[in-house]
């Protein structure tokens, strides 16, 4: 009879860990990260229409406690005001949660009538 070497018993483990790590990176690399949003409840209108302007606007989102967002960061009406000051922006886009306080809607109108002309546009969705 042959002598055995234990040596050759063994299986290589080394593709499978190769195959292994290669899934991992496949998988990491094709996940879809979900970014941060702001949870807003948008107030319903049946007269609402697609927008046509097209000038570059300030969007702006205000939740139901009035604290106002942009780009789903906080930010001070303060600062609203010294990035409308820059004027980089020809209008105000808010989109208002329906439990917002009434007057975020009157800060934001101010803010457009001193650095925008007045140019204000509240964004709803249109009712069933």
Request: aromatic letters at 8%; charged letters at 20%; a negative charge.
């Amino acid at each position: 009879m042959q002598d055995l070497d234990d040596d050759d018993l063994g299986v290589d483990l080394t593709p499978l860990i190769d195959v292994t790590f290669m899934l991992v990176i496949f998988f990491i690399m094709t996940m879809s990260f979900a970014l941060p949003n702001i949870e807003l409840n948008l107030t319903q209108s049946s007269t609402a229409e697609r927008s046509a302007v097209k000038a570059q606007a300030l969007q702006l989102s205000v939740d139901a406690s009035g604290q106002f967002f942009f780009n789903k960061a906080p930010i001070t009406l303060k600062d609203i005001a010294n990035t409308l000051q820059q004027g980089q922006f020809e209008r105000i886009e808010l989109n208002l949660d329906a439990a917002a306080p009434a007057q975020a809607v009157v800060d934001c109108a101010d803010l457009a009538r001193q650095y925008t002309k007045g140019q204000l546009q509240l964004n709803t969705l249109l009712k069933d």
